[in-house]
């Protein structure tokens, strides 16, 4: 059965700093993997996916992921953090036939001054 | 582009009372799938329908709830009777293409967040 792990359920960073949410899978079979947001009292949305074309993928807001197939990873990165980038990310995996994602328990970032 | 829209945005019941939700997909998505975002949890996948049948409602507890999407286009969540366990958010998405298709976004709605007492 297909899973995501995601290391670390809260991180703290400096305004400024870099960002690294980490993300495992587990699947049998080379997944899709994605990165939602979700603000409080809002809904998710997507920041990036990967669907087997360039394992370095790029989103919105300045984050990127790679695809590490060695390391069953998939963490999400961000070189400068800033204030509006507080809220909860999950991580998100599906197979090639259905659209049914699995999500992991989220990680929530803390931005600081 | 309007999103997705559900209402109530929050709802408070008595355990073993009944309660329903509403979502509006984006128009002309043909699938939609609701969540139950439990607090401190990923979102799980209760049902995800195909215009108005159902694809996979294999975590969805048959025995309290049930769903329906009438036409194809609206759809409501309805929970019967409500247990304490059954606090949370419940989102509602939807995607343009059917399941199987090339990979597409599923597009959230801002979720319902119900309390059980």
């Known amino acids: 059965a297909q899973s995501v792990t995601q290391l670390g359920s809260h991180v703290s960073v400096s305004e400024g700093a870099l960002v690294l949410l980490r993300c495992n899978y587990s699947?049998?079979?080379?997944?899709?993997l994605f990165w939602y947001v979700q603000y409080p009292n809002q809904g998710l949305q997507l920041l990036l996916k990967?669907?087997?074309?360039?394992?370095l993928v790029k989103g919105i807001n300045g984050f990127e992921a790679e695809f590490k197939k060695s390391e069953t990873s998939f963490h999400l990165t961000k070189p400068s953090a800033h204030m509006s980038d507080a809220a909860e990310y999950f991580c998100?995996?599906?197979?090639?036939?259905?659209?049914?994602?699995?999500f992991g328990t989220g990680t929530r970032l803390q931005v600081f001054p | 582009e309007a999103g997705v829209a559900q209402s109530p945005r929050y709802k408070i019941i008595e355990k073993r009372q009944s309660v329903a939700f509403w979502c509006n997909p984006i128009?002309?998505?043909?699938?939609l799938y609701w969540y139950q975002q439990i607090l401190g949890q990923g979102p799980k996948l209760l049902i995800q329908?195909?215009?108005?049948?159902?694809?996979?409602d294999s975590q969805l507890p048959k025995d309290r709830f049930s769903a329906e999407r009438l036409k194809g286009v609206d759809s409501t969540l309805k929970i019967q009777p409500a247990k304490l366990e059954d606090s949370a958010v419940y989102l509602c998405?939807?995607?343009?293409?059917?399941?199987?298709?090339?990979?597409?976004?599923?597009?959230f709605g801002p979720g319902t967040r119900l309390t059980v007492l």
């Open positions: 998405a939807s995607s343009l293409v059917p399941p199987g298709g090339p990979r597409n976004e599923q597009f």
């Open positions: 699947s049998s079979v080379p997944p899709y």
């Open positions: 990967y669907t087997s074309a360039a394992t």
């Open positions: 998100a995996v599906s197979d090639r036939s259905t659209d049914k994602l699995i």
């Open positions: 128009s002309g998505h043909a699938t």
């Open positions: 329908f195909q215009n108005n049948g159902v694809v996979d």
